[in-house]
């Protein structure tokens, strides 16, 4: 849970669980690769679900600077192709650390008639280029490296002549982006063109994608068992019209793993089961080393049983390397040593991660072997509190050690802004799902839960909701209405729940807008609140209502209905009663107190009916939950009280 943050640092508390639905933004690779075809394109075409983040808009920035027409509106981002041939000849490229931008438009250019230096940030010139520039060079492009060779910025020329008679040998070992950019590239040559592997592919599933997006794009390119490819000649980019992008499987797998970690389930909608991202093959993964992993029509859901191990491994994860990162951290919670293997390609991305990632592990104690390429992970019995981690400009890096707070321990994340370079509200969903502890107080009227329950949320600085001014709000405004609102057509009621607006956030009551504090204290609108809260639209927009005000670092609720219903997995469950005679005292003691003329009995009686009609109707009655720890506050202050639930959350809280 996030207890502070600036643009420097973002400073987390261990949350008491995890679960709930989200969407992750559009991918990444999917986004920028489908940009770069739908510009090559015939035709415009239309983007759904582009992600709009660092790298895409380096992408777009580039297009734009080669002279294609972009026009974002919203979700939809319509692209002008040029059909093949950029109508800017001369340009000077940056595309920041967007290593995928580099590695599919350098080829892409290499092909083209103009003249462009394309250049990045500081770590974009330390990650090697030299195997793409060197199988271009092959077929007769014209590249210059500026700087240092193999290694950005690089001056690129119009090429007199290309020669594909001979298959074009690309290292396949250091990164499949090669082998992609390649790819997306050849069709340009407007004859057949064979690619061939030197060494064994990485990554695999990337360049998987890369083919499934050219196929949608119209082109089609034979796969030789990941050794060779060919494409033949004839072929042209034409987009589809409308061109949807997948949910980032990479991005779902922080909340994967939170559903894992946090006992879930959490489900993310928009990523699909036959995604065509390699990274979804993670949940394989999950479901191997103990998680329940659903999927339905809604999206893809991860839990895990608190009373079950996350089991050791010890695996090849050379397909999946960036949620291999996830796993990394998934390792700190097993149950023995785990192992990552064939992992390399690690030390060319954003970062050197497989140092980055050693060398903060071993602040928070863990016992990590870095080697050439692969991590042996041992778990920690114990992980050092309020470490400081460092990110090295590497969103994944942020990104995968948010997860080290359900490990119990207060956390920092240092340069959080890093994330906006694939995931710009990262943290905001994350906190979304991360669950803050709930303690419930039900019982019935006049036992004293409202007081005992106010004065528990200021001790504890948590949040406090008030159910009950909830529905007397609406009571109210149902009398206000003369009850003339038919109650037993759900239409009349969805009506009358559209119409109101309450704010219960902070010591008044709002209604609309008016003040209505006093008023939903009146016996009349308590009997009225009673009559609305049979409902059951009424119940269940309330329901909504309610859970919406759950978030860092806690909440307190009271209410009938809390712990059995609204807020089922509560930390702590009180349900606080006292005698009907103790209870119609203290009611009394109110009233007169707001000057309302009153007699004793009746207040008990109307108390009496109360207590039964709220026991009897259909829709979440009022009872004791199972958990819950039941309090007689006959006979004791409310300080007494209010003790004695801190002191159990206390007890909860240091086990």
């Not at 933004?25 to 690769?33: F, H």
């Amino acid at each position: 849970m996030i207890v502070s943050r600036d643009d420097h640092s973002i400073v987390l508390n261990a949350p008491f669980g995890a679960g709930g639905k989200l969407s992750v933004p559009g991918s990444k690779s999917i986004s920028n690769r489908a940009l770069l075809l739908a510009a090559l394109s015939i035709g415009q075409t239309e983007l759904k679900g582009l992600l709009h983040s660092d790298d895409t808009n380096v992408m777009i920035d580039a297009l734009r600077a080669l002279g294609v027409d972009i026009d974002i509106a919203g979700d939809i981002t319509r692209v002008s192709g040029c059909s093949g041939a950029f109508p800017r000849i001369k340009a000077d490229i940056f595309l920041g650390n967007a290593g995928t931008a580099v590695r599919t438009l350098v080829p892409v250019l290499a092909l083209g008639s103009g003249e462009y230096t394309i250049r990045g940030v500081p770590r974009m010139h330390e990650r090697p280029i030299g195997d793409l520039v060197e199988a271009l060079l092959g077929i007769g492009a014209v590249i210059h490296y500026e700087d240092r060779k193999t290694f950005l910025p690089l001056r690129i020329k119009k090429s007199e002549k290309l020669d594909f008679s001979q298959p074009i040998v690309v290292n396949g070992n250091i990164s499949s982006q090669f082998l992609t950019g390649l790819l997306l590239a050849l069709p340009l040559a407007g004859q057949r063109v064979t690619v061939k592997i030197n060494g064994v592919l990485v990554s695999k599933p990337y360049v998987q994608l890369t083919l499934n997006l050219m196929d949608s794009f119209g082109i089609k390119v034979t796969n030789d068992n990941w050794e060779q490819f060919e494409i033949e000649g004839g072929q042209y980019y034409s987009g589809p019209k409308r061109y949807e992008v997948e949910g980032d499987a990479s991005s779902a797998s922080y909340f994967f793993a939170a559903g894992m970690l946090g006992g879930g389930p959490v489900l993310v909608k928009n990523v699909i089961r036959d995604s065509i991202q390699g990274d979804i093959q993670l949940l394989d993964v999950l479901s191997g080393i103990g998680a329940t992993v659903g999927w339905t029509d809604q999206g893809l859901s991860v839990a895990m049983d608190n009373n079950s191990p996350i089991q050791a491994f010890d695996l090849d994860l050379n397909h999946i390397p960036d949620a291999a990162m996830t796993l990394a951290i998934i390792a700190l919670f097993a149950d023995g040593p785990c192992r990552l293997r064939n992992i390399g390609n690690w030390r060319v991305k954003e970062t050197d991660r497989l140092f980055a990632m050693t060398t903060e592990m071993r602040k928070l104690g863990v016992n990590v072997i870095e080697s050439p390429d692969g991590l042996e992970i041992e778990p920690p019995k114990y992980f050092n509190e309020g470490v400081a981690i460092d990110t090295y400009d590497d969103h994944r890096m942020a990104m995968c050690f948010t997860l080290i707070s359900f490990a119990g321990v207060n956390i920092t994340i240092n340069d959080p802004q890093c994330v906006h370079k694939t995931f710009p509200d990262f943290f905001e969903k994350m906190e979304s799902v991360l669950q803050a502890p709930v303690v419930t107080i039900d019982g019935p009227s006049g036992s004293g839960k409202g007081t005992v329950a106010r004065q528990v949320a200021e001790r504890l600085e948590f949040s406090y909701l008030d159910s009950g001014a909830l529905y007397r709000a609406v009571g109210l405004f149902y009398l206000n209405a003369g009850g003339s609102i038919n109650l037993t057509d759900p239409r009349s009621v969805e009506a009358l729940m559209q119409k109101i607006r309450i704010d219960v956030s902070g010591e008044k009551v709002l209604m609309n807008g008016e003040d209505v504090t006093q008023r939903i204290r009146e016996e009349e609108v308590s009997m009225a609140a009673s009559k609305v809260a049979k409902n059951e639209v009424i119940r269940g927009c309330m329901y909504d209502i309610q859970r919406s005000v759950r978030h860092a670092p806690g909440l307190v609720a009271d209410g009938r209905d809390m712990g059995t219903t609204v807020f089922p997995n509560a930390q702590l469950k009180i349900y606080l009663t006292a005698s009907l005679e103790e209870r119609a005292r203290r009611r009394y003691a109110q009233l007169v107190e707001s000057g309302e003329r009153v007699k004793m009995k009746s207040v008990a009686a109307e108390m009496a009916k109360r207590d039964s009609e709220d026991a009897s109707r259909s829709s979440s009655p009022m009872r004791q939950a199972e958990s819950a720890i039941e309090i007689d506050s006959t006979g004791k202050s409310i300080d007494e009280v209010v003790q004695i639930v801190c002191n159990a959350f206390t007890v909860l809280t240091s086990r």
